[in-house]
């Protein structure tokens, strides 16, 4: 079942009780000489560095943890109590199996030698790696470690080099994209080019590095595939992809068409190098002095604008002021356009346009769909976004314009909304189903049975839209149907495929030797990559069993979610720790179900999975809630004690009792709450009147709890038929209250 892809934004992070998931590259080691001290073991280290656990697909949009991991051990992981006793027999064999099997050998501690080397920087010892790693299976660390020192002095050749050397594996890969995007942050674009067709799976700022060399190489038709992702975009992106759409503007396949659509996002976001850059390629140049005048005070402009002459220039400078005034006060901006219209409207001549007045108009939509969180939800952006309506819409503001329809139940706005998407986006998931919620209120017979048809083809995925759209058409979800919680039949010939696999056989020593988890996931997510690019879905399958079997349930959830056609619920959807959890939701009153759906979105179940802001365990509980559990629950705090599989799972879901007790025993407002809060879950619910619960969920402000609780709400009805008492997703939902 692979899950919807979506891009999370930077939200602030200490509103949150969990860490953020973000989007970003998995980690190198840092270069910190201290933490070699407390590094070094009996093998080498268990902990050299920050290392990420990575949830989504690498170099895809895909949510994901950024974590300190300790060591998980395996130790602590107990086969489903629903298993067999021939399955866990098993689970005993195997883990027996990968013992003998995965021991660390030589490779493995010059890896950890070599490693220490390359955080001191040690370029000479690094060499010295290099001949004594050479033909084994980590030979190309040491290699990559020195050649990383000071990436900017390698030259093409030597990168094209080592990707020969050691083809189709990922430092070969990462090499190359870490190259690229140095040489792109220094202008050296030809080295660019000179290495970018070595670049197979590059991620957003990767991308736009690339493109920066063929865009500054004469090779403009190359340089355009990553304009559909910078051109138009008003959120934060990597550097590289604000710097590629700057340098876009002279790409000869840019319209002037295209570049009045950049210029006008300019002008709302005040981005003065790209205002001034496209309005001098359209041939009405903007002057600083102008923009530097209306930052200052835009009140002045607007009280002289009817006295300026008329000129297009002029009315960019209009939207110029209305972005500075809606930053400060969307209140304000909407007062000052809607008074500009009544007195243009009684002029024989008119000052604005009707292209101006809807630009003026989506700048309110836009920004009062920023201000949700902290002014509530309001019809009002509805309107400004239908005052909007041309064929100029950017993803992301046809998204605000659908989400504040959906809010309101706009069913005629929400197909305009879609409508104003790419062809692709229309396809997605998301946007289907809400395309049938529309089409199924409307009183055209056509559009309902279109509604039905569409529903019934979401119904086929086991994902939150088609799990809700099962349910429009009469369907439940049943776990028994993919296998329940049977784990799958590995044959002893794939089995040792995997051991002959050298990405799978990376990954697992590296695992097995406590090296930084950052090497051993990025070679395991490289491994099922390949695979998945082999259509090899029984050599998945294997790894992925003999990952569940040692306890690396994260990976192991990370195999099965990145394949199309494998459904295996028993790996994809573990439950270690069941009578724990069992015991302590009964304890707190709260659905079993639930907290396993919480457990698998915050930690994939490592127990020394510790976030960035904090949060620790499986169940990611920040220190101050941990104090506040305590306190509540009569004991002495314990940061140790805390953050233990047993405890943390006895906090979590005593929080999470907590939460459900004090907002309305609402399930998605408590999931909701349980990510950035509880205050602000109780911020998005309606005013007046109930809100339909996946109304509620598609309209909630931060990207990243939106999307996490969309998961939970999937993980929790699939666990719920797992542990056999199967609840629909929309019951399990229900209707979000007023908040008074």
Not at 52 to 69: A, I
Not at 184 to 211: F, H, M, P, W
Not at 469 to 492: C, H, I, M, T, Y
Not at 516 to 524: G, I, L, V
């Amino acid at each position: 079942m692979k899950k919807p892809q979506v891009a999370p934004d930077m939200i602030d992070k200490n509103t949150y009780q969990n860490n953020t998931q973000k989007r970003s590259k998995v980690m190198t080691l840092k270069k910190s000489a201290l933490s070699l001290a407390t590094a070094v073991g009996v093998l080498g280290f268990s902990q050299v560095a920050c290392a990420e656990l990575t949830w989504g697909e690498s170099g895809s949009s895909e949510q994901q943890g950024k974590y300190q991991v300790e060591r998980y051990q395996p130790d602590g992981y107990q086969p489903n109590s629903q298993q067999s006793s021939s399955q866990q027999s098993t689970f005993q064999q195997n883990n027996a199996y990968q013992n003998s099997a995965y021991q660390p050998d030589n490779g493995v501690g010059s890896f950890t030698a070599a490693a220490i080397a390359a955080e001191r920087g040690d370029v000479n010892a690094l060499y010295d790696y290099e001949q004594a790693m050479s033909g084994g299976l980590f030979a190309m660390y040491p290699t990559y470690w020195r050649m990383n020192v000071d990436l900017n002095s390698q030259s093409p050749a030597a990168v094209s080099q080592f990707v020969r050397q050691y083809p189709d594996t990922v430092m070969a890969e990462k090499l190359a994209a870490d190259f690229a995007e140095t040489k792109a942050g220094s202008n050296d674009y030809a080295a660019v080019r000179q290495v970018a067709n070595l670049i197979t799976n590059a991620d957003d700022s990767e991308k736009c590095a690339v493109a920066l060399g063929f865009n500054n190489g004469g090779d403009t038709m190359r340089a355009m595939a990553a304009k559909s992702d910078v051109w138009l975009t008003t959120k934060k992106q990597p550097a590289l992809c604000d710097q590629l759409a700057l340098e876009m503007n002279n790409n000869a396949l840019i319209s002037n068409s295209e570049r009045v659509s950049r210029l006008k996002r300019m002008l709302r976001k005040g981005k003065t190098g790209d205002i001034m850059a496209l309005s001098s390629r359209l041939g009405m140049p903007i002057p600083y002095a102008s923009l530097s005048e209306i930052q200052l005070n835009p009140s002045s402009f607007f009280s002289r604008f009817a006295r300026e002459p008329a000129s297009q220039t002029n009315q960019y400078l209009y939207l110029y002021a209305m972005g500075r005034v809606a930053e400060k006060s969307y209140r304000e901006a909407a007062l000052q356009l809607e008074f500009d219209i009544k007195q243009d409207n009684q002029r024989s001549a008119k000052l604005l346009t009707d292209d101006t007045r809807r630009a003026a108009y989506r700048t309110l939509g836009v920004q009062r769909m920023n201000h949700n969180t902290d002014d509530g939800f309001n019809v009002e952006a509805v309107d400004w976004f239908r005052n909007s309506l041309d064929n100029d819409f950017s993803l992301e503001e046809a998204e605000y314009y659908a989400m504040a329809a959906i809010r309101f139940s706009r069913w005629d706005d929400v197909v305009e909304a879609i409508s104003r998407m790419d062809a692709e986006t229309q396809k997605a998931n998301q946007w289907q189903y809400w395309l049938a919620r529309a089409y199924e209120q409307s009183n055209d017979g056509s559009k309902r049975n279109t509604a039905k048809k569409m529903y019934q083809n979401l119904a086929k995925s086991n994902e939150y839209y088609g799990l809700m759209a099962k349910e429009k058409v009469g369907q439940r979800f049943d776990a028994s149907r993919l296998g329940g919680s049977n784990l799958p039949n590995v044959s002893s010939a794939d089995r040792a495929r995997v051991m002959q696999n050298p990405h799978f056989a990376r990954a697992f020593a590296l695992y097995n030797a406590d090296a930084s988890r950052a090497y051993a996931n990025r070679e395991w997510n490289w491994a099922i990559k390949k695979a998945r690019d082999n259509r090899d879905e029984k050599l998945i399958i294997a790894a992925a069993r003999q990952a569940y079997d040692m306890g690396w349930l994260d990976r192991a959830i990370y195999a099965i979610d990145n394949t199309d056609n494998v459904n295996s619920l028993a790996i994809s959807h573990p439950m270690p720790h069941q009578d724990a959890v069992v015991r302590y939701s009964q304890s707190a009153g709260i659905d079993p179900a639930w907290a396993y759906g919480i457990m698998r979105q915050e930690s994939r179940f490592v127990a020394s999975a510790r976030s960035n802001v904090g949060a620790s365990g499986l169940m990611q509980v920040m220190p101050d809630t941990a104090k506040y559990i305590a306190r509540n629950l009569g004991e002495t705090y314990s940061a140790s004690r805390a953050n233990s599989g047993d405890t943390n799972i006895r906090y979590g879901t005593w929080y999470m009792g907590d939460i459900f007790g004090k907002l309305n025993s609402q399930p998605v407002l408590a999931t909701a709450g349980y990510n950035a809060g509880p205050n602000n879950a109780k911020r998005w619910q309606p005013t007046y009147g109930s809100l339909a619960a996946d109304q509620y969920v598609e309209s909630i402000a931060f990207p990243e709890t939106r999307n996490y609780v969309k998961h939970v709400m999937e993980n929790a009805t699939i666990y719920s038929s797992l542990l056999g008492n199967g609840q629909p997703i929309t019951q399990r939902m229900g209707t979000v209250p007023a908040a008074f």
